[in-house]
């Protein structure tokens, strides 16, 4: 591994040290301090809201500054909404939370672009096991992202508000380590020649199939991790025991990264895909056995590795979809798709897990696997035809 990809790693896993942190903690501040309880997961809907706000402007951003300086502004945002969410949550003030959490959605809408700046800082013929790598950069944020939620539970008056306080502390070690990395320049299109439009990349059916998988998976994972820490409690399981949960999920969710772009070359990206909409049915039929600690650390721990499956099988085959020169537009439709039902489902989980309960939250997720394996099964046949 080279020096950029190991820098680049090391910032994914301060990115998933976030994001695993504001799920563990989001959900349970924003039930306490919601006017309403199904409004308790509004805090991480906001943050995944906005990333779909501003995929496309983050897109734009890379396009005019370039990789590292592009990075680097979604860096300074994660420390300013930090900073807003710690002075929300200290004033029990809800939708300043919601707001801070909204503008922290352009750093993971940023961040969420280290899987693709991993591609091109490597030669082509290691591209899967460059996204694999960085992806797997977040087994870091699988061991550290629930412990500062953990530790950070009573540091300051108001629980849970010391976490903002040391996250603004891991943007700024994300900040020096992006600040290493010395970025190829992207390739901007001369006057006429800026490729295709959003509309004609969408007309395609690998654009749509990898689109569609990566957001299905990513909107299943959402759907049901959100919501664990607040079905946890009311199912009387402690908050240690659900940041054990979220951190075998992370796990389950990363430590494949290091054998999935290798399995991707051996066998092809849609068998492992296919895959993926196995395990994340596994996820349901397990979370529908029990509600004991065992049968949500399994349930969560399947879906990890089924979103790993979909999501780097996702970006594997999207790569294939477009021009250099339409790159970041391309890029930004894609994360576009995948926060707008990230959105959506983080939204959901809430009403669900508060009104029908975790049981209805599982029978729910069927439509998202359904339709993602009839996305899979239709591009399967499509390319069959074409041979």
């Known amino acids: 591994m080279n020096k950029k990809l190991a820098l680049l790693v090391l910032a994914q896993g ?7 942190c504001l799920v563990a903690i989001n959900g349970l501040v924003g039930l306490a301090l919601a006017p309403r309880p199904w409004m308790a997961t509004l805090p991480i809907c906001a943050y995944v809201g906005g990333g779909a706000l501003m995929a496309r402007m983050v897109g734009r951003h890379q396009l005019r500054f370039g990789r590292r300086r592009g990075f680097q502004i979604g860096l300074l ?45 490597v030669a082509p013929e290691k591209r899967e096991a460059a996204i694999s790598w960085v992806l ?14 953990r530790e950070s539970q009573n540091l300051l008056v108001a629980p ?14 994300g900040l020096g380590l992006i600040s290493l990395i010395d970025f190829p320049p992207l390739v901007r299109p001369a006057p006429g020649a800026g490729g295709r439009s959003g509309a004609e990349l969408l007309r395609q059916p690998v654009f749509i199939v990898a689109m569609a998988a990566s957001a299905l998976g990513y909107g299943v994972m959402s759907l049901l991790m959100s919501a664990t820490p607040i079905a946890m409690g009311q199912c009387g399981l402690s908050f240690a025991d659900a940041g054990l949960v979220l951190q075998w999920h ?3 969710m990363f ?17 492992v895909m296919g895959v993926g909409v196995l395990l994340n049915l596994g996820c349901v039929v397990f979370a529908l056995s029990g509600q004991d600690l065992e049968r949500f650390l399994g349930a969560l721990l399947v879906l990890g590795v089924g979103w790993n499956f979909l999501y780097i099988g996702g970006t594997t085959l999207f790569t294939q979809a477009y021009r250099p020169e339409e790159k970041t537009r391309a890029q930004g439709l894609m994360d576009t798709g995948v926060y707008a039902t990230m959105t959506l489902t983080s939204f959901s989980s ?29 591009l399967a046949l499509h390319q069959r035809r074409l041979r």
Not at 14 to 20: A, E, G, S, V
Not at 136 to 149: D, E, K, M, V
Not at 351 to 376: D, F
């Open 14 to 20: 301060l990115f998933l040290t976030n994001n695993i």
């Open 255 to 271: 430590v494949p990264s290091f054998f999935t772009g290798p399995l991707i070359r051996k066998v092809g990206v849609l068998p």
């Open 160 to 173: 849970f508000a010391g976490a903002y306080l040391l996250l603004m502390g891991v943007a700024v070690v």
């Open 350 to 378: 809430g009403a669900l897990v508060t009104t029908g309960g975790w049981q209805w939250m599982n029978w729910a997720s069927l439509v998202p696997i359904t339709l993602c394996a009839a996305a899979l099964g239709g």
């Open 77 to 121: 945002v994660a420390i300013v909404s930090s900073a807003m969410a710690l002075w929300s949550v200290l004033h029990q003030q809800f939708w300043g939370v919601v707001g801070a959490t909204l503008m922290g959605g352009y750093y993971s809408a940023n961040a969420a672009l280290y899987r693709f700046a991993a591609t091109e800082i």
């Open 136 to 149: 797997g950069g977040g087994c870091l944020g699988a061991f550290i992202g629930p412990l500062l939620a």
């Open 250 to 252: 992370v796990l389950g």
